[in-house]
């Protein structure tokens, strides 16, 4: 069992940064590709960004490429999202989620953990 705890959401205005943490349990964090997803009211949950085992390979929907930046740090058990250029429309609870395999992926069927997710409100 894995468990996931997301932090450093906030309320900002349009412009600024902030930085998400996600920090996890489990032995087996450098084995899982972990994403980022996010859901605004009134909408499904998207894609945000995803990172392989070790970091090497990375992944971001179309809407964030170029602002958002994911990190992991496998001896610290933790996966970061710097996101800079903040705009309203990125106003949404982010989530922190951990597949079953060592890849990054796009779809949200392929992670079997999630987190209870941070709130992130970007005032225009």
């Known amino acids: 069992q894995v468990q996931l705890v997301e932090s450093g959401g906030g309320l900002v205005q349009a412009g600024a940064s902030l930085r998400l943490s996600c920090a996890t349990s489990g032995r087996r964090f450098s084995s899982y590709g972990m994403g980022w997803f996010r859901q605004a009211p009134g909408k499904e949950r998207e894609f945000v960004a995803a990172i392989n085992w070790g970091g090497a390979n990375t992944y971001y929907a179309d809407s964030v490429k170029g602002r958002f930046t994911i990190s992991r740090d496998n001896a610290k058990n933790t996966v970061a999202l710097q996101m800079n250029s903040l705009k309203p429309e990125d106003t949404a609870v982010y989530y922190c989620?951990?597949?079953?395999?060592?890849?990054?992926?796009?779809?949200?069927?392929?992670?079997?953990?999630w987190g209870q997710g941070t709130q992130v409100t970007v005032s225009s």
């Open positions: 989620a951990a597949g079953s395999g060592p890849y990054g992926s796009r779809s949200d069927t392929d992670y079997d953990y």
